[in-house]
């Protein structure tokens, strides 16, 4: 008995000091930020101790920074309370997946925990307000039609803005961007400025517009307070109209970062209204900006960065301009899928089916076109083209090849459209249910995409008419 005993405690002796350099490997390969070593490590002392709920927190959090939050999300709950920064990094995962009553549950369960020096506690009570306001926009979501997308680099943001030149001019500028009437009679841009007579360090970007007179810019005019409420306002862009203004704020309110919203001006009032934010999927909790409409084309382009990684990278979207319209019926998931805008047109996806993105290609872009890229496309009652070579002008052409994949996604919807409603009548009662949201706006976008074909051909003509 002596003797098994003896062994036993010799065993300890020659394992744990193992055991425990094992532990002190995997905590500084996380905290050099090799997680992938790290997770290996906290997996291997998991497969000795598997209720260990400090390996499974560790685990937990290499696998959270690896982006796997489904598997960091379990590993969280199995930890188990006894670490409080559970609560916060769970309020993370929930957070970034838009989770946001889940989100809010972990941030104020973790509140409790530490006291208002705390370092995060500011930013746990942002993540709280901002997770409450996306989820009372995330109950008015519009429905959106993308006619394409374009990940580009910072510095090429206009090269994709192409709109009548009815709209005005464009330029970028440090602060933001300069909008410029197409009279090139007022212009609207942002400075900076001290945002209060106190302190000379604290600074305000604001809108102003100018106006020329005599062949002189006048001294800039701040716009109201109802516009420039925000640390940060930028981006400007007026309608036709002069009365309507889209800009960029990160006021308090927002979803984060930067939002687009919207204002008038009351002219029997000498001011402009008070800026209402546009919702849900233009804005985003990251930077969404530079909304530019095209009224007489009937599209519209704005700009985010909520996929991308890194400063120098933007998204622009091109959308259909149409009433506004919000979804109603559809799934939380399908709902959130389209306000993040991590699909296009999820609405069109069935039974694992889905139609191919409208592709992204560059209105301005010069393509380079092969001889026997046979074609059939009608510019007027004397001239029909065969082949891509035959365009004149390279922006025709290339708004051409953006028609024909616009056509395709067409043709794949109405087929999809018919799919649903034959699906529809042999469904269940909660199949149906899920059917019934997706069939009208299905039959909505295609008679709306009827328009933008429509618009884009007669666009085409136009351009290579008067080349």
């Known amino acids: 008995m002596h003797y098994r005993l003896l062994i036993i405690l010799l065993l300890l002796s020659f394992s744990l000091p193992g055991y425990s350099q094992s532990a002190k490997t995997a905590d500084e390969l996380f905290v050099a930020g090799d997680y992938i070593q790290a997770r290996a490590q906290y997996d291997a002392l998991l497969r000795k101790q598997p209720a260990n709920p400090l390996y499974l927190y560790r685990a937990a959090r290499c696998v959270q920074e690896l982006g796997d939050y489904a598997l960091a999300e379990e590993l969280f709950i199995k930890a188990g309370t006894k670490y409080p920064l559970r609560n916060f990094f769970l309020g993370e995962i929930y957070y970034q997946q838009w989770r946001m009553p889940e989100a809010i549950a972990s941030y104020e369960a973790f509140l409790p925990t530490i006291d208002e020096q705390h ?92 106006q020329r007179l005599l062949q002189q810019w006048e001294s800039p005019d701040t716009l109201d307070a109802s516009v420039n409420s925000g640390t940060n306002n930028v981006y400007p862009f007026v309608l036709p109209d002069g009365m309507t203004l889209y800009f960029a704020s990160d006021r308090e309110g927002g979803l984060g970062g930067l939002d687009i919203y919207m204002t008038r001006y009351n ?8 800026a209402e934010n546009i919702g849900m999927p233009y804005n985003s909790p990251a930077d969404d900006y530079l909304y530019v409409a095209d009224e007489i084309n009937g599209y519209a382009y704005f700009a985010t960065n909520r996929h991308c990684t890194g400063s ?139 328009r933008i074909l429509r618009q884009t051909l007669t666009r085409i003509r136009t351009m290579e008419t008067a080349h």
Do not use: C
């Open 267 to 274: 002219a029997s009032l000498g001011q402009w209204m008070p």
């Open 119 to 210: 370092e995060r506690w500011p930013v746990v009570q942002q993540r709280i307000a901002s997770a409450r306001v996306i989820e009372r926009y995330l109950k008015h979501v519009s429905r959106m039609e993308v006619i394409s997308t374009q990940r580009l680099p910072y510095a090429e943001l206009l090269s994709v803005y192409t709109v009548n030149k009815d709209n005005g001019i464009l330029s970028l500028d440090s602060l933001g961007s300069r909008y410029t009437t197409q009279r090139g009679d007022r212009r609207y841009f942002s400075v900076r400025t001290p945002q209060n007579s106190d302190s000379s360090r604290t600074t305000q970007t604001v809108l102003v517009s100018q």
């Open 312 to 450: 120098d990278s933007v998204e622009v979207y091109q959308i259909a301009l149409h009433d506004r319209t919000y979804l109603r019926g559809l799934p939380e998931n399908e709902l959130v899928a389209l306000a993040r805008l991590d699909s296009l047109i999820p609405l069109l996806s069935v039974e694992g089916q889905q139609l191919p993105e409208t592709p992204a290609v560059a209105p301005t872009a010069t393509v380079s076109v092969a001889a026997d890229d046979s074609i059939f496309f009608v510019l007027n009652d004397d001239e029909t083209y065969s082949h891509l070579s035959d365009f004149r002008n390279d922006s025709a052409r290339s708004l051409y090849m953006q028609y024909i994949e616009m056509e395709h996604v067409q043709s794949q919807a109405i087929e999809m459209l018919d799919s649903l409603r034959h699906q529809y009548y042999e469904a269940d009662t909660t199949t149906r249910a899920s059917l019934q949201a997706r069939i009208p706006i299905l039959s909505d976008e295609i008679n709306k995409r009827k």
